[in-house]
């Protein structure tokens, strides 16, 4: 799977990065694209990607000793947004009333204490890039059926991190989904219980297994994932006007109703409970 990560643009033997004493920059090479999946994917194919990524994550699993220790990580997310969000005027830096912020407050504490009582601290992390949408990888045939493919090449690095591997299922989810491929969507939790993404998970834990406890922590993946990347950086990643609709729906909708998510019928569907 080398080829399915951009390959940096090197000078004298090193990475090509660029800085002018406020930003950085890295050069990559221009990515070679082969067949994109449908917009919808088969049920077929479902179980097919859930193989692959597997297999990905497997290779990333590997060569994960020999990159150096992240200074950025799920859990400093946290504990700054935590931090911002009791600072005086956070009601201005996140555009939310006082009682929204004590919410997403509430859900920041929330997520530490469970990454704090899970030990995930001490959980294998690997690459990953969570921004996995139909419009960010490609695929090469193995085969003349449409289900016949490997991953080949992927692009858009935006979100790319070094943590456990259960921050990529959310979005994985969203790929499986029945509903498909959308312009216009919204963040909910539904896709984590849709038959596919079963399917997929089931497809996935045969190749690379994972345990109950991973299991059951996609609901606080999921959790980070609002906090940290509607709530906290989303200002970043989407248009201003996009932004605002989401952060409503994280904050009015999803994020209440996330205590109430009960993932366990995904574990006694692979068979861990």
Known sequence: YGRFLARSLTRDGQPFIWYDGETWAVFYEEIELRRRLPRRLSDAQVVQLGA?????HRACDAISTH???PSKTAKSDAVNLHGQLGARNASDQFGLEPSRIDLVRRHAHRFLTTVHESGYDYWPKIPVLIDWNLGNFSVESTGTHPDDFRLFS?????WFR????????YFLSRVASSTGD???FTYGAHTLLEPRFVAFLRAYHAVFPLSAAEVLFLKEAYRFFLLNYVVREGRHFFRHAFWQQLLVDAVDVHLPALDALDLSPLVAALGLD
């Open 52 to 56: 692959e990524i597997a297999q990905f």
């Open 67 to 69: 990159l150096p220790p």
């Open 154 to 158: 992927r692009w858009d690095y935006d």
């Open 162 to 169: 070094i943590e456990s591997r259960l921050l990529d299922f």
């Open 182 to 184: 959308r312009s216009h």
